[in-house]
């Protein structure tokens, strides 16, 4: 029988094509480079900063990551810190269509081992649904990623319905992912901006997709939700709580919480054995994907090893876990 082709979809990268804009006009993207003692470090002017990798740009060098780890697919997603949502539109248009296209290049370089996510531009929803209509057409790309929140903008909001429902409608599967947006009361120390900040978003916006109703309008739409689900699934118990005595949460006669969980899907991300097993239990075994977070220091080194430690976990679910509900996403055969 032949090996489950082991899909990662949670890996990053940052496109050359994208650096050379960045370095030509760094000013039309609010980001330098500077050199520090660390190596070389692209700064935003916000003061957010990130490390510059090979596998960011790198096909192979991806690759390599992905052999080290154990894994046969990634499904590259540019890093958050290029989204972009906070330029004018057609600045934006121009560095999402860049973005996207060095994506499918590094896609080109290793199409056995390499599979595209693009990024929209979200602050105009009619350039973000033909970018979402072009990186189909041209790339046959099957995935695409969205900030949990757009400029402090939740993305339940009714101004980005046209962008999941065109998403529902070409059968491809939203990735979300949190990003920095500046500080916020009591995340500034410690790097609690990403280790509490991110999963916060994380439900905060799974939560006002169900309240909303945006969940019931679109009843096709494939989510998965990065980090484990942040704290989703272990607080949609005080979600369904709150659904049943409070009467805020109806204002959109949306369902039940406790019956929209298994809506979402979720990557493995969770940096702890228990916490894993856990949220296997309580979504499904064909609700999680593989996730690791390359390249970054926050990432998963042993997506296998850890998925090992779920105790009781069948083959058949082990291999929905590995690649199978992956693969179901991306509509290619197991």
């Known amino acids: 029988m032949a090996k489950t082709r082991r899909v990662d979809v949670h890996s990053h990268v940052f496109p050359r094509e994208m650096f050379d804009l960045i370095r030509a006009r760094p000013h039309d993207y609010g980001m330098h480079f500077a050199n520090t003692p660390a190596?070389?470090?692209?700064?935003?002017?916000?003061?957010?900063?990130?490390?510059?990798?090979?596998?960011?740009?790198?096909?192979?060098?991806?690759?390599?990551?992905?052999?080290?780890?154990?894994?046969?697919?990634?499904?590259?997603?540019?890093?958050?810190?290029?989204?972009?949502?906070?330029?004018?539109?057609?600045?934006?248009?121009t560095a999402t269509r860049v973005t996207n296209d060095g994506v499918a290049n590094m896609v080109a370089q290793r199409p056995d081992r390499l599979r595209g996510m693009a990024t929209l531009p979200m602050q105009n929803?009619?350039?973000?649904?033909?970018?979402?209509?072009?990186?189909?057409?041209?790339?046959?790309?099957?995935?695409?990623?969205?900030?949990?929140?757009?400029?402090?903008d939740q993305l339940a909001e009714k101004r980005y319905r046209p962008?999941?429902?065109r998403a529902q409608e070409l059968k491809v599967f939203i990735f979300t992912h949190p990003h920095f947006t500046g500080d916020r009361?009591?995340?500034?120390?410690?790097?609690?901006?990403?280790?509490?900040?991110?999963?916060?978003?994380?439900?905060?916006?799974?939560?006002?997709?169900?309240?909303?109703g945006a969940l019931?309008?679109?009843?096709?739409?494939?989510?998965?939700?990065?980090?484990?689900?942040?704290?989703?699934?272990?607080?949609?118990?005080?979600?369904a709580h709150?659904?049943?005595?409070?009467?805020?949460?109806?204002?959109?006669?949306?369902?039940?919480?406790?019956?929209?969980?298994?809506?979402?899907?979720?990557?493995?991300?969770?940096?702890?054995?228990?916490?894993?097993?856990?949220l296997i239990e309580q979504v499904g075994a064909d609700?999680?994907?593989?996730?690791?977070?390359?390249?970054?220091?926050?990432?998963e080194e042993n997506p296998l090893a850890r998925l090992d430690t779920v105790p009781d976990l069948s083959a058949a679910d082990r291999d929905r876990v590995l690649g199978l509900n992956a693969l179901g996403l991306l509509g290619e055969n197991a």
């Open 163 to 165: 962008v999941l429902k």
């Open 287 to 299: 609700r999680v994907t593989l996730g690791t977070d390359a390249p970054f220091d926050m990432g």
């Open 242 to 278: 709150g659904y049943a005595v409070r009467k805020e949460p109806h204002a959109h006669q949306a369902t039940s919480p406790r019956d929209l969980l298994r809506r979402f899907y979720f990557d493995a991300l969770t940096h702890d054995d228990k916490a894993l097993a856990f």
């Open 39 to 93: 190596g070389e470090k692209l700064l935003r002017d916000d003061g957010h900063a990130t490390p510059l990798f090979d596998e960011f740009f790198d096909a192979d060098a991806k690759v390599a990551g992905m052999d080290r780890k154990g894994l046969d697919i990634s499904v590259i997603s540019p890093t958050p810190m290029i989204y972009f949502y906070n330029l004018d539109a057609d600045r934006a248009a």
């Open 216 to 239: 019931d309008e679109l009843p096709d739409l494939r989510i998965v939700l990065a980090h484990g689900g942040g704290y989703l699934p272990y607080q949609i118990g005080r979600l």
């Open 125 to 152: 929803t009619d350039a973000a649904v033909a970018e979402l209509e072009r990186v189909v057409k041209e790339h046959g790309f099957r995935a695409i990623e969205l900030g949990c929140t757009i400029v402090g």
């Open 185 to 212: 009361c009591g995340l500034e120390p410690y790097y609690l901006s990403n280790l509490v900040g991110f999963p916060l978003d994380t439900v905060t916006m799974a939560a006002h997709l169900m309240f909303s």
